[in-house]
């Protein structure tokens, strides 16, 4: 069965450092996000991407966010300078259709962040 | 802001009941509502999804949608001790492509 691939599985980072988490959407799909999951708390979405650009962000993905797909297949997420507070689960997902025509999200495995 | 709603629990039901897990939602021109399961240091996995008002049913897991209301639920019939883990209410507002998460449901089920 297809599925969303994210590595590393597990990151630990000193506060200060660049991150770069990686994905590989399921390959039909032309839609992708990121969400976390701060420990213990809800699922957050970050950012959504289609057709080679954003089309939507949240609060949290401020300017210490980018996203890009620097080929057919990965996604990633960078984080330019790491703070304590950005050490979550971070999860990618994938869509073959928006989500108002009833496209289903899929997670991948998730990637665990450390921030110390 | 767009809230959505759970009980964290635990929701405790013994094996072979029917666990019925709610949701509710502030947002009253919200689209779809999915639920999705997680098992404890686990992704969120898709257990189904529901767009009109009433029931839709896949296998042992029913949802139920009341959009008057603001109120989505799901029922399993026939619990597992395998059926044991956090559930998650996602909606998908009138606008945008992304999902608010309620907090999980932490369901139960004691052979």
């Known amino acids: 069965e297809p599925e969303v691939t994210q590595t590393p599985s597990h990151q630990v980072t000193q506060m200060g450092q660049e991150v770069i988490l990686r994905c590989v959407p399921i390959s039909n799909h032309l839609y992708f996000y990121w969400y976390r999951q701060i420990l213990g708390q809800k699922v957050e979405f970050l950012v959504s991407f289609y057709n080679n650009e954003i089309s939507e962000k949240s609060e949290i993905f401020d300017d210490q966010f980018s996203v890009e797909r620097p080929d057919g297949s990965n996604f990633t997420l960078k984080i330019r300078s790491t703070k304590l507070e950005d050490s979550a689960m971070y999860f990618c997902a994938s869509s073959a259709d928006s989500l108002a025509n009833t496209g289903e999200l899929f997670f991948g495995e998730g990637s665990r962040l450390t921030v110390l | 802001q767009k809230e959505v709603e759970q009980n964290s629990g635990p929701l405790s039901v013994p094996e072979g009941a029917i666990a019925s897990l709610n949701c509710t939602y502030s947002?009253?021109?919200?689209?779809?509502f999915f639920w999705y399961r997680q098992y404890s240091g686990k992704s969120p996995e898709l257990i189904m999804f529901?767009?009109?008002?009433g029931d839709k049913e896949d296998g042992r897991f029913t949802a139920q949608l009341n959009k008057a209301s603001q109120y989505v639920s799901l029922l399993i019939r026939d619990s597992q001790p395998s059926d044991s883990a956090t559930y998650l209410c996602?909606?998908?507002?009138?606008?945008?492509?992304?999902?608010?998460f309620g907090g999980g449901t932490r369901l139960m089920v004691k052979p």
């Open positions: 529901i767009y009109s008002n």
């Open positions: 947002d009253r021109g919200s689209q779809s």
């Open positions: 996602a909606v998908k507002g009138n606008a945008g492509n992304m999902l608010t």
